[in-house]
Structure formats: structure tokens, C-alpha cells
């Protein structure tokens, strides 16, 4: 990306400031690693260089590695910069991403390409950005609290060896009294949904499809049973939070995901797998929505007469940060908006929350995420160093 300079001075609208070369050539370097979390892929080699970055920053570094059960390395990096303070601030990102089908882009996924305001690759909005962000402003602030910065990993699959293993498994590591999670848009966002995924299985009889009547098919005795479990979004939508996302007001949400059966077109399937995704609002217990779900399956199934069964894949809250607490109070000042906010999503800010942790999320985000084609914008990008600088500075 030799010519990214022109590109960039083509945008004479954007302030840049004397950290932009730094903030594209970093961002470059991250996104030419393909961290997906769905093969754990290249996690050691990001992880040396942003302990390398880190080090460079002035802060002393540890790389935490979790035991994962399927052998691949899940690092995590941690670094600390001790300003003799009373406090430390934790600052949190994640570094792995969706895995991504070049395919489907108009430039490599791998290689940075910067139009206009707009710098295209994977990870660029989620969450590379807001590595560069976090990493600049330390260079550009003169931060008068102590640090810890956690570049952590999975968070997109679920951050059981991210953020998840070291509140949990090291926690006696985690200096921060108070965190801001990197993981959003350009919004402080105090609250966060739960999620429960899962699966339902569908059992049938397999036969030959040259037979039918030896079998039963688990596709089509599962269509009008799934039809009438899909209304399930009706019952989720009638829990509103208190919250909006800046857009619309936050309601739970149930949705089918992934359907899977059969084996080859001459065999009747004895077998269907429905994958769910459920979530809730920040004010209610994941747990509570969980077993009204499982209330509604068990009825529908035996009104279906179908063989079914559900399973949980994990059960996970989200968080209320109170208002009032110092870190939103201090944030508010730093971003100059009063303004809170909660989130759709979930990230691994309910570690945090769980652990006692205050936390909020904020970020250069955009609608781009986990799409084909995604970038960040550079001035959001910029926007958020410059705001993560002043919270530094003002803590």
C-alpha cells in the first residue's frame, strides 16, 4: 500500500493529526493478519505485534495464554503503564474477527486499501480501529492514571479464552478498577443485551426416499412446527428496554439462523438441527427469557407432534452500568455527550460487568461490520483516539 499517502491527501476535508502516518501504517500491519476466530488463526503472530506496539508505548507486557480445549494457542495481551496513581483504567479490544470469503469483495480482505475517508479490509470496524485508537492515544496522551490495556481474543465466538478466561481464571491479574470496552460505535453505551443461542433437534426416521412410508421426514414434520417456533419473536419483542441504540428502542429478539438435514436427494432425513439466536434487554435476567423459550418449545413441539428437543449453548447476561459512576461521568466529559446509550449486541464487556467491573463501550464502529467490504471511517477512527486521549488526561 506504498500509495496510501495520495489517497489520504485527497480528503483535505479531515483534520489529520501528527499521528495519521503511525495510526494507517499500524492499521495496515493488523489488518494483513487474518485473525478469524473461527480457525483461532494467526493469534501468535498478532500477538507479538502488539506486544511489541505496547512495549513501545512504555508499557511493561504479558502475554496470558489460555488452555483451550481444541489445542490452538489463545493468547492474550496485557500491558501495564503505572503513572504512580491511585487508580488504574482498563482499556479492552479485541483483536480476532469473522472469518471472511474474499470472494465477495471488491478489494483483498488482507491488504488495506484506503478511498477517500474510508479504509476497507477485514477487522477494520471490528474491532482493529479501535487497536490503533487505544495504542495512538497512549502516544498522543499524557495520561495521569495508571493503565492496563488487554488486547484479548474470541470475542466473536463467544471470548470463553478471551476476556471470559481472565476475569475468571486470572483474575488475580486484572488491576482495573474500571474498563472501557473498544467494541462499539460512536456512542457511550452503558447497557447490553444477553444472548442465549442453541439448538433444536427435529428426529424423524431415515429411508429410502424410493419408500417413504417406511420413514418419516424430519424436514417436512419440522416446517409447520419451526414456522410457529419463529413466532417466538412476537413474545420477545414485548420486552422494551429503557434504553435505544441512537436509532430505536432496544426489544428482546428471537431469530432461526442455520438449518441443516439430510444426507444425499435419495434418502428421507431422520435428522433436522435448527440453529437459534435469542437476546434479550439489558434490564432482564438472560435466564428469565431462556425458560419462557423453553415454555413456548415444550408446547409447540407436543401441538406439532413432533420429536424434538432444545439445547442451550451457553446462557449469557448482559449489564447496566449505573449512570452516575465515574467512569461514565468522567467519559461524558472526555466524548463532550451526555448522552447514553444501550446496545443490541453483546460483547465481552458482560466479563466485566460479572466481575464487578464498572464498564461502558464505545468505538469507531459502523454498519460495515462482519460484511463483506467492511472499513472504518478514518476520522471516526481518529475521533476515537483523540477522545480516549482526553479520558486519559482528565481521569
Not at 449469557?316 to 449505573?322: A, K, R
Request: hydrophobic share 40%; aromatic share 8%; glycine share 8%.
Amino acid at each position: 500500500m506504498a500509495n496510501w499517502r495520495k489517497r489520504i491527501n485527497s480528503v483535505p476535508q479531515i483534520n489529520f493529526r501528527d499521528t495519521l502516518n503511525y495510526d494507517v501504517d499500524l492499521l495496515e500491519r493488523l489488518v494483513a493478519i487474518d485473525t478469524n476466530s473461527v480457525e483461532s488463526k494467526n493469534y501468535e503472530q498478532m500477538a507479538a505485534l502488539l506486544k511489541g506496539e505496547l512495549k513501545e508505548a512504555g508499557a511493561k507486557v504479558e502475554v496470558l495464554r489460555a488452555d483451550a480445549k481444541d489445542g490452538r494457542p489463545r493468547p492474550n495481551v496485557i500491558g501495564h503503564i503505572d503513572n504512580g496513581a491511585e487508580e488504574t483504567l482498563g482499556l479492552n479490544a479485541h483483536f480476532d474477527t469473522v472469518q471472511t470469503d474474499p470472494r465477495g469483495w471488491k478489494t483483498d480482505p488482507f491488504r488495506l486499501e484506503v478511498h477517500g475517508d474510508k479504509a476497507f479490509g477485514r477487522g477494520t470496524a471490528d474491532d482493529k480501529s479501535a487497536i490503533v485508537a487505544a495504542l495512538s492515544a497512549l502516544k498522543k496522551a499524557e495520561s495521569k492514571v495508571n493503565l492496563e490495556i488487554m488486547f484479548t481474543c474470541d470475542e466473536e465466538i463467544g471470548g470463553e479464552y478471551g476476556v471470559g478466561w481472565l476475569v475468571s481464571k486470572m483474575r488475580h491479574k486484572i488491576r482495573s478498577e474500571r474498563v472501557v470496552v473498544l467494541d462499539g460505535r460512536r456512542r457511550i453505551v452503558v447497557g447490553a443485551c444477553g444472548r442465549a443461542p442453541g439448538k433444536i433437534t427435529v428426529t424423524g426416521a431415515e429411508t429410502h426416499s424410493a419408500y417413504p412410508f417406511l420413514g418419516k421426514n424430519a424436514i417436512t414434520s419440522s416446517l409447520p412446527f419451526l414456522s410457529k417456533i419463529q413466532k417466538f419473536e412476537d413474545v420477545a419483542a414485548k420486552y422494551v428496554s429503557k434504553f435505544d441504540n441512537g436509532e430505536r428502542k432496544i426489544y428482546g429478539r428471537f431469530n432461526l439462523t442455520v438449518l441443516r438435514s439430510g444426507v444425499q436427494d435419495n434418502v428421507i432425513p431422520g435428522r433436522l438441527e435448527a440453529l437459534f439466536d435469542l437476546r434479550n434487554i439489558p434490564e432482564v435476567p438472560m435466564n428469565v427469557m431462556a425458560q419462557k423459550f423453553r415454555q413456548y418449545f415444550e408446547r409447540v413441539a407436543k401441538e406439532c407432534k413432533v420429536d424434538a428437543e432444545l439445547e442451550f449453548s451457553y446462557i449469557q447476561n448482559g449489564f447496566i452500568t449505573n449512570p452516575k459512576e465515574k467512569l461514565v461521568r468522567k467519559f461524558s466529559e472526555a466524548a463532550d455527550d451526555s448522552e447514553l446509550y444501550g446496545a443490541f449486541g453483546g460483547d465481552d464487556g458482560r466479563f466485566f460487568h460479572k466481575a464487578g467491573i464498572p464498564v461502558l463501550d464505545y468505538g469507531a464502529q459502523n454498519e460495515s461490520m462482519h460484511k463483506d467490504n467492511e472499513y472504518v471511517s478514518i476520522k471516526e477512527m481518529n475521533r476515537a483516539r483523540d477522545t480516549l486521549a482526553r479520558l486519559l488526561e482528565i481521569f
